[in-house]
C-alpha cells in the first residue's frame, strides 16, 4: 500500500460504502419493526427490494469496465436513499418504503463491484490477495462504524428522530464518498486502459 494513493482511496471508498450500506441494512429494519410495529418478517420482506434490484443491477453493469461511472451513479443513489430516509416516519405508505429500499439497491449493485474492479487496476499483481484482503477489511470497518453509530442514534430508543439522526449521518458519508469519486483521477486513467 505504501505510495499507492489510489489503492488507499479505494480502500476509503469501500468503507464508506458500507458505512451506508450498513447503516441502512442494520437501523432500517429495526425502526420497521420498533416505531413501525412491522413483525420481524415483514420487515425482512421490505428489504427484498433493496437485494433483488442489487442484483439485477450488477447483472446488467457487471461486464461494463466503466469503474468511476458505476461509482458516480452509485453514490449518487445512496445520496438519494439518504434524503428519502430524512423524509420518512410513521405515516410513510409502504409504497414509500419499499422506494427507498429499491433505491438502496442501486449502490448495493454498482459500488462493490466497481470497488473491487478499481482494487484489481491499482493493486501491485504480486500483492493481488493481500490487496482484495484488505479491501475487505475496509469494508468490515465500514460495517463497525455503521454499527456504533446506530448504537449512538438509537441509545435512547428506536424512533423517527433517531432514524433521521442515523439518515444524516448516512447523507454525510455518502456525499463524502461522491466527492472522493469525482475527485480521484486515478480512475479516468483506469477506465481508459480498460480495467
Not at 439522526?165 to 483506469?190: E, K, W
Request: charged share 10%.
Amino acid at each position: 500500500m505504501a505510495g499507492n494513493i489510489p489503492l488507499l482511496t479505494t480502500y476509503l471508498r469501500g468503507m464508506l460504502t458500507m458505512v451506508v450500506a450498513y447503516a441502512m441494512f442494520f437501523g432500517f429494519p429495526q425502526w420497521l419493526q420498533v416505531e413501525r410495529g412491522f413483525t420481524a418478517v415483514t420487515a425482512g420482506l421490505l428489504l427484498l427490494p433493496t437485494f433483488a434490484t442489487s442484483l439485477v443491477v450488477a447483472a446488467v453493469t457487471g461486464r461494463h469496465a466503466a469503474v468511476r461511472a458505476k461509482l458516480v451513479v452509485g453514490a449518487v443513489a445512496q445520496i438519494a436513499g439518504c434524503i428519502g430516509m430524512l423524509f420518512i416516519d410513521d405515516d410513510t405508505h409502504i409504497v414509500g418504503l419499499v422506494v427507498i429500499a429499491i433505491v438502496f439497491g442501486v449502490p448495493q449493485g454498482l459500488l462493490n463491484l466497481a470497488n473491487q474492479n478499481a482494487m484489481f487496476g491499482q493493486a501491485n499483481p504480486a500483492s493481488i490477495g493481500a490487496s482484495a484482503g484488505l479491501l475487505r477489511t475496509f469494508m468490515y470497518l465500514g460495517a463497525i462504524l455503521a454499527a456504533a453509530a446506530i448504537g449512538v442514534f438509537f441509545h435512547d430508543g428506536i424512533d423517527t428522530v433517531g432514524l433521521h439522526g442515523l439518515s444524516g449521518l448516512m447523507l454525510g458519508v455518502a456525499a463524502t464518498m461522491f466527492v472522493l469519486v469525482l475527485s480521484d483521477r486515478s480512475l479516468r486513467r483506469l477506465d481508459a486502459s480498460g480495467l
